[in-house]
Each structure stands twice: as C-alpha cells, then as structure tokens.
C-alpha cells in the first residue's frame, strides 16, 4: 500500500523553491563580491604603482607637470577605491542578510520534512498495526474452526 499524500507537500515545494532560489541568489552575490574584491586588489596595486612613479619622480630632474598628472591620477585612484570599500561593506550586508534568509528558509523547510516523516512514521506504524491484528484474527478464525471442526 501506498502512503497518503503529504497534506502540506504544496507547502513543502514551495518552502524548497524558495530556499533553491536563495542558494541562487548566494551564489551570484558572493560572485559579484569576488569580482568587487579583484577590483579593488586591481586598484590597490594600481595605486601603490603610481606612488613608486611620483616617488620616482620627485627625485634628480623633477617635472612639474608629470608629478601633478600622477597627484591627480593618485587622488582619482583614492576615490574610486573609497567607492569600491563602500561598495564591498554593501555586499557584505546583502551576503550576510541573504545568508540569514537561507537559514531561516532551510530550518522552516526542514521543520516540514520532519513533520512529513513523522506522518510516515505514524501510517507505517498503523499499517503494521492492521496488519498484525488481521494476522491475529486469522489465528483466531482457524483456531475456532479447529475446534469446531475436529
């Protein structure tokens, strides 16, 4: 015999796509992020690159010009990886809320996996139950029948 139908299997798939659907949405947050992160290590090199090129600069024959291009390239360079170090304190938060919604979803999933397993539970037991009392009744019969009929 079949098991009956989960009453709350439509709640289930529906707690299951939406855990699915943040594991998806975890990953492409945790790419973005690691794309932000190479940036600002791309930056932060960038950066040190053109402080060994002023420092080059400033020494023996100095040029004006040159030295106040690599200044503003320097400046420049700073404010985009301040924007990029905000940038990745967002993702972080997205990450970590995200993260917390999966936990959330999972738990409440799991809470209904268990609920469903226990209703198994429950209609294996009460189909042993029926079974073992049909045996029972069996015995009975046949032993009734063997003292009627000898």
């Not at 090129?53 to 030295?67: N, P």
């Not at 990745?88 to 970590?96: D, F, S």
């Amino acid at each position: 015999m079949m098991s009956p139908k989960f009453s709350l299997q439509n709640v289930l798939d529906l707690r299951h796509g939406k855990v699915e659907l943040l594991e998806i949405e975890l990953g492409k947050l945790t790419a973005i992020h690691q794309e932000t992160q190479d940036l600002h290590t791309s930056l932060k090199h960038y950066q040190e690159s053109l402080l060994g090129q002023l420092s080059a600069a400033q020494t023996g024959d100095m040029d004006m010009v040159e030295i106040n291009l690599l200044r503003l390239n320097i400046l420049q360079i700073n404010k985009h990886i301040e924007v990029v170090v905000l940038e990745l304190k967002k993702q972080a938060r997205e990450i970590e809320e995200t993260r917390m919604k999966l936990v959330q979803a999972k738990q409440a999933e799991e809470t209904l996996e268990i609920l469903k397993r226990k209703r198994h539970e429950v209609y294996v037991a009460e189909q042993i139950q029926i079974e073992s009392q049909a045996q029972d009744d069996i015995y009975i019969a046949r032993a009734f029948r063997s003292q009627n009929g000898a």
